[in-house]
Structures are given as C-alpha cells and as structure tokens.
C-alpha cells in the first residue's frame, strides 16, 4: 500500500502558475501508474493526468492539454504537476492517486490509493 501526501496548492491570479507534489511512501513506488485529479464544487471528480511508472508515458485530459505537465521522481518518491497558464475553471480540489498497475487508465475507480487533496484557487 503506497501512502500519498500532496502539497502546494494555494491562490494565483488567472495566467499564473502552480506547481503541486505529492510525496510517496510504503509500496514500491515505481511500480504504480500516478495520476492526479481534480474535483470542483458541485462537479464530479474528473482525470486531469496521469504518468506511467517509468515516465515515458503521460497522458492528459484536454482541458488541461498544452497547459499542465505531470512529472515524477522515482528516486525521490515524488510525482509532481506543473499548471502553467491557470483559469478559474481550474480551481478545484486536486488529488493524486496511485494505481497498482502499468495499465493507464483516467477511471478514478481504477486507482487504489489516494492522497488528501489540496486546494486550487485560481482567480479572475
């Protein structure tokens, strides 16, 4: 079982950037797909990205296509998401999430494990 904590979330003015880690620990890390999410008030969860164990695979929703960059360190146990280009339809809650797989999937219900979210506020 990989245990997942996210950080740096917080407020940027529309155009700005944000940069979001999630920390990994237990389960071999570099075995799990990462994928992180986002859920806005009064929306359902939705797939933002998602990396492959060994990083040579990304994938993106196409709202967020050409704007955000999904990373990871598997020496440091860290994925990350750069969101360059912010809008205010970016601001929800953002979730990292692990799946026990080298399969991708953008099914929140196909990932195993997720961190606490992290506030993302992006004002117009």
């Known amino acids: 079982q990989v245990q997942l904590v996210a950080s740096g979330g917080g407020l940027v003015q529309a155009g700005g950037s944000l940069s979001l880690s999630c920390a990994a620990s237990?389960?071999?890390?570099?075995?799990?797909?990462m994928g992180w999410f986002r859920q806005a008030p009064g929306k359902e969860r939705e797939f933002v990205a998602a990396?492959?164990?060994?990083?040579?695979?990304?994938d993106y929703a196409d709202s967020v296509k050409g704007r955000f960059t999904i990373s990871r360190d598997n020496a440091k146990n860290t994925v990350y998401l750069q969101m360059n280009s912010l809008k205010p339809e970016d601001t929800a809650v953002y979730y990292c999430?692990?799946?026990?797989?080298?399969?991708?999937?953008?099914?929140?219900?196909?990932?195993?494990?997720w961190g606490q979210g992290t506030q993302v506020t992006v004002s117009s």
């Open positions: 237990g389960r071999t890390f570099s075995s799990t797909y």
């Open positions: 999430a692990a799946r026990y797989s080298f399969r991708f999937s953008s099914r929140s219900d196909d990932y195993n494990t």
């Open positions: 990396i492959s164990w060994s990083g040579a695979r990304t």
